[in-house]
T-cell receptor, first 113, second 112 residues
Framework: DAGVIQSPRHEVTEMGQEVTLRCKPI?????LFWYRQTMMRGLELLIY????????DSGMPEDRFSAKMPNASFSTLKIQPSEPRDSAVYFCASSLGTPTEAFFGQGTRLTVV | KQEVTQIPAALSVPEGENLVLNCSFTDSAIYNLQWFRQDPGKGLTSLLLIQSSQREQTSGRLNASLDKSSGRSTLYIAASQPGDSATYLCAVPSGSARQLTFGSGTQLTVLP
């Protein structure tokens, strides 16, 4: 298996623009997580899906953030409008149920200027 | 609320040394504990998952131990190599979503 695949790897955008991050989980995994990593706050959970259904989105910082999982093999995290404080590395992770071993993608480094 | 602490924040050792990284957690009612490695600019690579019923888990030169009652885990790296240089993170599932709560990591540098 190719592991968790995220795209793009790097994204530079101007403040106010819409940004869409993509994730393909490991085939067969039914739990998907979006995390954000910053120097100040470390790794924080944004949202958790189970069987394509959002279960916990309490970590989504503002209404500017939204996430979807239209099917078992694809998820998106959208920021609209983006702000400089959204600059961070965004990780997607998947697992077979919880709490089991989680596997992370390579991350998307987002820079909002 | 679960809190995870890793000490030291940074460690530098000469090649060939055996070393121990520490992880502590405040709520001992954990399902498991996972150790990750993160290289600069890269994602997290799962190294070991140790279940709450286990005391130890081994993978190659890595050995993780777990003492739930004291809220501690250690990652032992034998015969360290420069390629082991990375940040090592421990994490435990917590919260309603059993999402991973991470420590802040130990940045390891192995000098050739």
């Amino acid at each position: 298996d190719a592991g968790v695949i995220q795209s793009p790897r790097h994204e530079v955008t101007e403040m106010g623009q819409e940004v869409t991050l993509r994730c393909k989980p490991i085939s067969g995994h039914n739990s998907l997580f979006w995390y954000r990593q910053t120097m100040m706050r470390g790794l924080e959970l944004l949202i958790y899906f189970n069987n394509n259904v959002p279960i916990d989105d309490s970590g989504m910082p503002e209404d500017r953030f939204s996430a979807k999982m239209p099917n078992a093999s694809f998820s998106t995290l959208k920021i609209q409008p983006s702000e400089p404080r959204d600059s961070a590395v965004y990780f997607c992770a998947s697992s077979l149920g919880t709490p089991t071993e989680a596997f992370f993608g390579q991350g998307t480094r987002l820079t909002v200027v | 609320k679960q809190e995870v602490t890793q000490i030291p924040a940074a460690l530098s050792v000469p090649e060939g040394e055996n070393l121990v990284l520490n992880c502590s957690f405040t709520d001992s009612a954990i399902y498991n504990l996972q150790w990750f490695r993160q290289d600069p600019g890269k994602g997290l690579t799962s190294l070991l998952l140790i279940q709450s019923s286990q005391r130890e888990q081994t993978s190659g030169r890595l050995n993780a131990s777990l003492d739930k009652s004291s809220g501690r885990s250690t990652l032992y790296i034998a015969a360290s190599q420069p390629g082991d240089s990375a940040t090592y993170l421990c994490a435990v599932p917590s919260g309603s979503a059993r999402q991973l709560t991470f420590g802040s990591g130990t940045q390891l540098t192995v000098l050739p």
